[in-house]
């Protein structure tokens, strides 16, 4: 499992040393934010964008992005909306399955052996 900003692909480091590792799968909750609903989805306010990156750059797991959806009514960006677009990627980054910006809950078949 990593967490959010750990899994980003401009500093590579953290990514690297799990990939030293070769898993087969990992968790990474995010807080993909906007600062509006009509934002999300787009690139950079994607977390299924994410995981994609970051299954390409790992090229061995399956990569769970899971994130929240609604208003953020914290925080020093305000207005702030969590962007949903929970998903996963499958080893060398293409989209596996994505919810969408408002889905509270999704449920994917991962097909790990």
Not at 43 to 61: D, I, R, W
Not at 79 to 98: I, R
Request: aromatic share 10%; charged share 15%; with cysteine.
């Amino acid at each position: 499992m990593l967490v959010c900003a750990d899994a980003y692909t401009f500093d590579t480091s953290t990514l690297d040393a799990l990939k030293s590792l070769r898993p087969e799968l990992v968790i990474i909750p995010w807080g993909v934010t906007a600062g509006s609903a009509a934002e999300c989805g787009k690139t950079g306010f994607n977390a299924t964008g994410f995981a994609v990156q970051a299954a390409a750059h790992l090229g061995s797991a399956y990569v769970v992005g899971a994130n929240s959806v609604g208003s953020r009514p914290y925080g020093r960006f305000l207005p702030s909306w969590y962007c949903g677009t929970s998903g996963y990627a499958p080893p060398l980054g293409k989209v596996g399955g994505v919810a969408d910006e408002e889905q509270e809950m999704a449920i994917f078949d991962i097909p790990l052996q």
